[in-house]
């Protein structure tokens, strides 16, 4: 097997590999990844300039401004010109909401709640195939309504009712952005959110695996013995994606400790090593230490150099020494040069 170096392409680091459920794919990540050494510049009161170019970032699409202006949200003028956006004529707006919904405060509320109720006036919206978009960006809204507001009833219909979208993706996604209110645990008990969540107990019964795993966080809440019994048997679903996002989203649902068993079990007997380092740093811990010196073995000689880079991070779970004879044989042959200088750095720590 060949060791691949990451391309270089405008200061990302680029592995474009086969993905067996995906066909060509391609991870990117910015190269100070390699060494985060640099610490984080200190946070200042935001120019007019820089928050009006933040919101055209959003309306962009660009995800990575959500951060930054969340960062900066108690300086003047950032809400402020958030709120002022949602207010715009509709459009490509998805994240200037989401990202309101996130930063909360003055206007915020109603300002989502005037943009749902417009995507929600029409019935296209929840029943043509060809309105993902417009249905996509109502289960944005109403997520982010509920949050700020959990007796919003409009914005709890509009979300149940897309579960029963015609396009598969509009499903999933309607199915995601109810179970995100239920992550860190259930939301206040109101009205909307029971009638939210008897929605979703009905997703649990569903025949789309899909939407059952995106709905997990919050079946984890609403449907507990049914959702676990049908997750446990997603652990080995045909689908890698399935596989993936069963575990994905337990790890992330709060109190899904007692889940850690089969998580751990699932970890051995994956087949895809991508899949499986995804979860491995998470589940090392719990996990024994000979399957994850194994992982990281067989991450570390990899022709994939994202592969090795998370080796890089599996190992320093290891015991030192361990974690040295590894490094230290994944160095011999490491063909991308700040890869390498990285598995130096693990050596040495």
Partial sequence: MTKRAFERREGELVDVYDAPSAGASSM????????????????????REQIAAWVERLRAGDWS????????????????????????????????TSTLAR???????????QRLAQL?????????????????????LARGALRLDPESKESATALARLFAHPAPHARMFSAWKAAELFIAGPPPSTAAVDALSDAL????????????VKAFPALWWVARDEAVTRWRALLR????????????????????????????EWLAWEPSLRTALHHAIVLAPVAPPALVRDLTKRSLADA?????????GLACALPAEAR?????????????????AAMERAALD
């Avoid at 402020?80 to 994240?95: F, S």
């Avoid at 930063?103 to 709640?113: C, I, K, M, N, Q």
Wanted: proline content about 5%; some cysteine; charged content about 30%.
């Fill in 324 to 340: 040295r004879e590894l490094l230290s044989a994944a160095i011999a042959d490491e063909p991308d040069a700040d890869l390498r």
């Fill in 65 to 96: 401004a959500t951060q930054e202006v969340y960062f900066h949200r108690g300086f003047a003028g950032v809400r402020e010109a958030l709120v002022a956006a949602c207010d715009d004529a509709l459009g490509e707006e998805e994240y200037i």
């Fill in 304 to 312: 994939s150099p994202s592969l090795r880079w998370e080796g890089v």
């Fill in 120 to 140: 929600a006036a029409t019935e296209a919206t929840f029943t043509d195939a060809a309105s993902v978009t417009r249905a996509t960006k109502l289960a944005e």
């Fill in 201 to 212: 107990a009905e997703l649990v019964h569903g025949s789309d695996d899909d939407v059952f």
């Fill in 237 to 264: 679903a045909e689908s890698e994606w399935v596989r993936h996002e069963a575990v994905n989203l337990a790890l992330q649902t709060r109190g899904t400790i007692e889940l850690l068993p089969a998580m751990v």
């Fill in 28 to 47: 990117r990540m910015d190269a100070s990844m390699l060494d985060p050494r640099e610490p984080e510049p200190t946070r200042a009161a935001p120019s």
């Fill in 103 to 113: 930063v909360g405060g003055p206007g915020a509320r109603e300002a989502l709640s």
